[in-house]
């Protein structure tokens, strides 16, 4: 929570010799804010009602929470600076805000599928169901394409090809190994179940990945 405070006062100093701010900048900032108090908002209501039965998560979250933390950081503190900058900023800034409204609508879909069985952790509920409905018909994580896709949204709006770099390279390291670690814990509580389901679907994108 500090670094994105950090973040914002030090973009707001490198734009602090314009009188008024860029209506664009308060939009990234905004959006980012809201994006992340969303994500607060589900895991603790999650954390309330959820019922555990087994769970391995393998340090996955943490690495995740760090890996978006240091991409946050590195993206906008290479998007005050010329280096990398695209001077087309109206068209990549429009760009980045339909990902990121693309990317949310997936979040959110993934999640009502998911219903009880939507957790933060790497682990089981009771009377645990493989979901192949929806977006799970057809890949195995469309939350996590979700995220990715609202990170993707995120940097390409402050139009630097150095930040999209530097934002998504180390958020991709993190989900997939979170991937792989989910993936592992299921396959070994679900057993033949989720290798066949693995057999019919794709990671998190459709006929590719």
């Known amino acids: 929570m500090g670094l994105r405070f950090w973040l914002t006062a030090l973009w707001l100093k ?23 108090f969303f994500e607060v908002f589900l895991n603790l209501r999650q954390k309330r009602k959820s019922n555990l039965t087994t769970s391995n998560d393998k340090g996955s979250l943490r690495l995740l929470y760090g890996s978006i933390t240091f991409g ?13 900058r695209i001077y087309y900023w109206n068209t990549f800034f429009a760009i980045g805000m339909s990902l990121f409204v693309i990317g949310l609508m997936i979040r959110i879909y993934s999640i009502l599928t998911l219903r009880q069985f939507f957790i933060y952790s790497v682990a089981k509920v009771e009377n645990h169901e493989i979901i192949e409905t929806g977006l799970y018909k057809f890949i195995r994580h469309p939350g996590y394409l979700g995220q990715l896709t609202i990170f993707l949204g995120i940097s390409i709006s402050i139009s630097n090809w150095l930040s999209i770099f530097a934002m998504m390279i180390p958020v991709l390291v993190g989900y997939l190994y979170r991937i792989k670690v989910e993936e592992g814990f299921m396959t070994e509580q679900m057993g033949e179940n989720y290798i066949n389901y693995q057999n019919r679907t794709k990671k998190i994108i459709p006929t590719i990945y």
């Open 14 to 36: 490198s734009k602090s010799r314009k009188r008024t701010m860029n209506p664009k900048i308060i939009i990234i900032i905004t959006v980012s804010y809201i994006y992340f």
């Open 72 to 84: 946050y950081f590195l993206s906008f503190a290479i998007g005050i600076t010329k280096l990398g």
